[in-house]
Every structure is written in C-alpha cells, then in structure tokens.
C-alpha cells in the first residue's frame, strides 16, 4: 500500500467514534460495531492502537480510558 492510500484509510476512520473511544482524547482514527472496535490514537507526538471484541460493548468505555491512562503514564 503507498502512502496516498494509506492517508484515505486513514481518512476514512478520522473522528469516527466508538464506545471504545468515547472517553479519550486526541487524534482518533476509529471503526467498530455492535461486537468490536478499533482505534488508533495520536497525541503529544505519540501513537498507540486499542482493539477490543466482545459479545456486548458494556465495558469498551472504561476499557479505552484505562488504556488511555496507561499510555499517558508510560510513554517515554
């Protein structure tokens, strides 16, 4: 895949928004539906990715905010 590709994947998941990712901040490049989601998230120079399956999104939220909060106290 090239980058012009690359950019319209990514384009295409710019500020969608999961129960995932309803508690964090930053960039987010996200899908997901009723069983799945999927985020890349970019802030302060720094990226991560988040992926959870489950049968119900019940806890994805809180799933994506303590992900978040790890992240933000490990990076270096």
């Known amino acids: ?3 012009s590709h690359a950019q319209l994947v990514l384009l295409g ?3 969608s928004r999961t ?3 309803s508690g964090i901040s930053g ?3 996200s899908a997901g539906d009723s ?3 999927a985020a890349i ?3 302060s120079g720094h990226s991560y990715c988040i992926s959870a ?3 119900s999104q019940k806890n994805f939220k809180a799933l994506g905010k303590a ?3 790890w992240f933000n106290k490990n990076r270096s």
Request: glycine residues 4%.
């Open 1 to 3: 895949m090239n980058q």
């Open 13 to 15: 998941l710019y500020g």
């Open 19 to 21: 129960k995932l990712t």
């Open 27 to 29: 960039t987010i490049y």
């Open 35 to 37: 069983h799945f989601a």
């Open 41 to 43: 998230v970019q802030m």
């Open 53 to 55: 399956w489950s049968n």
């Open 67 to 69: 992900v978040n909060t």
